[in-house]
């Protein structure tokens, strides 16, 4: 079973940066096999997506409220997937989720095979 464990989460001000990782093992396919994902929940509301990278990290997709803010990335040496958010606002807060697939890239949750446990992201005004 594929292990995704998330880190970097934290409290920033509004305008702040934090960088996520989100470390693979228990890998049963090469890590650039699987795309990547983030996505975010707040409490009471659906899980959304934030942004997938390819398995070869060529090609991304964000999610509008992040696009020119956050910047997914990849090392397959390492087995790791980033998350690098710049110019953090109050409504970014979540529980910020890493997750696998290996259907190819995709914003679609329930599309990926694989979660982390989540990693808390607060931006405060």
């Known amino acids: 079973q594929v292990q995704l464990v998330e880190s970097g989460g934290g409290w920033v001000q509004a305008g702040g940066s934090l960088r996520l990782s989100c470390a693979a093992s228990e890998l049963t396919l090469t890590f650039s096999s699987y795309a990547m994902g983030w996505f975010r929940q707040t409490p009471g509301k659906e899980r959304e997506f934030v942004a997938t990278i390819s398995g070869s990290g060529g090609r991304t997709y964000y999610a509008d409220s992040v696009k020119g803010r956050f910047t997914i990335s990849r090392d397959n040496a390492k087995n790791t997937g980033y998350l690098q958010m710049n110019s953090l606002k109050p409504e970014d807060t979540a529980v910020y989720y890493c997750?696998?697939?290996?259907?190819?890239?995709?914003?679609?949750?329930?599309?990926?095979?694989?979660w982390g446990q989540g990693t808390q992201v607060t931006a405060s005004s």
């Open positions: 997750a696998a697939t290996y259907r190819g890239i995709t914003d679609l949750s329930e599309k990926y095979n694989y």
